[in-house]
């Protein structure tokens, strides 16, 4: 450990994919309108009308996906979904394409020129890559448009539309070295030009696992967190009345449109991730006030509750250091107590780290401060870089 799915439409209405996604229904819901896909089709018509920027070539985006959903498994330091343009290049490159928003974006309308084409300023942003690995790799980025954000099931699960998104020939630009690099558009460079397209990365038994979503606690189910920071999870029945600790056992879901099971009682899961056999564990927000886990447990990594004593032998670990102050360690990844806890950091060099309150989105670092993130490695190649700490830039 150290300090990027589309689906398309199918004839369904966004609303009757999210309900479907949610409760995982034996049987496709009956169309009906909701207000978000009418706000899209809205978008839509409008983007119709227009025309090209002057030298802009007209692109189109394929399917995006993110998170869990992709292979290996990827969970950026902010929400990023990732996937390609149709080819605009070579066609024997890919032209990779990315929307990234911050954790914290809520649904609505979103101006793309705000950042000006720089990656480090922009809480919204829109790029891409051409021709990915030839000689001619170009780097693009956009500085105008429009993004909608019409649903948020979480910050990893959302459906949206870009209008009208001019993106331009960049460069990398200063700074450099931090979480988030630059870039700067190249003058009189290369221009292309997208019209409209949708991304949809809800999926199927999808939730939001932070305390306090509307999934968080559903009747007779369990949201499983799926990456370390607890804000990506996946539905199970919890249809048993097994708890903390208790021997448990997951059966797989009969259809597409129907949640797996298991024996434990609501709020729990039935997990092997920190045990070798699947035992029910309570599901928690370790960044909640009261993350409400069982007495002698504390709210770990992936939204768990377990045994401090259980986490510590595999490589986490905790200082009492309360926030704010030093520890007695240069690096941990917990410090602080239950409801506030933190990262102990050495950023100063002095061999003792300073206990940094954890955050999860960008947006919630003051002025002159910066998102580190913590960044666990996964198998095949992937990562999850889902929560970090604020500190001031000029260290």
Known sequence: ???????????????????????????EPAQKPAPEQEEIKSVEAQAQLLQPPAGCTEIT???????????????????TYRGNFNSFGDPAF???????????????????????GNLFTCERCVYGYQ????????FFVADSGTLLLAVKLSPQQTIGALANVTLREAADAAPFNAPYFGSAVVPGGE?????????NTVRQGGCDPRQGSLTANLPDTACVPDDYAATDGTLERALGTKVQGEACTKTAAPSAYELASTDCEQGYACTDLLSDDAQCLKTCD???????????TVCGVYGLCIEQSVLEPIGFAFDPAPIGQNCSVNFAE??????????????????????????????????????????????GGGFDRGYGFCYHDGL
């Open 131 to 138: 021709d990915v690995g030839s000689p001619g790799e170009k």
């Open 286 to 296: 370790f960044m909640a006030a009261n993350p409400g886990c069982p007495s002698g």
């Open 191 to 199: 221009c292309r030009w997208l019209r409209f397209a949708t991304w």
């Open 94 to 116: 890919a032209d990779l394409a990315r929307i990234r928003l911050d954790l914290n974006t809520a649904p609505g309308l979103y101006d793309l020129s705000v950042g000006g």
């Open 334 to 379: 917990f410090c602080g107590a239950e409801g506030a806890r933190g990262v102990c950091v050495d950023l100063n060099r002095d061999g003792l780290g300073e206990c940094h309150p954890y955050r999860r989105a960008r947006s919630e670092c003051g002025a002159g401060e910066e998102l580190g993130y913590m960044s666990y490695p996964l198998s």
């Open 1 to 27: 450990m150290s300090f990027i799915g589309g689906r398309s439409m199918k004839g369904w209405g966004w609303g009757a994919m999210l309900v479907a996604g949610l409760v995982g229904c034996g049987q």
């Open 61 to 79: 985006m394929g399917e995006l996906a993110n998170g869990i959903e992709l292979t290996p498994t990827i969970y950026a330091q902010q929400p």
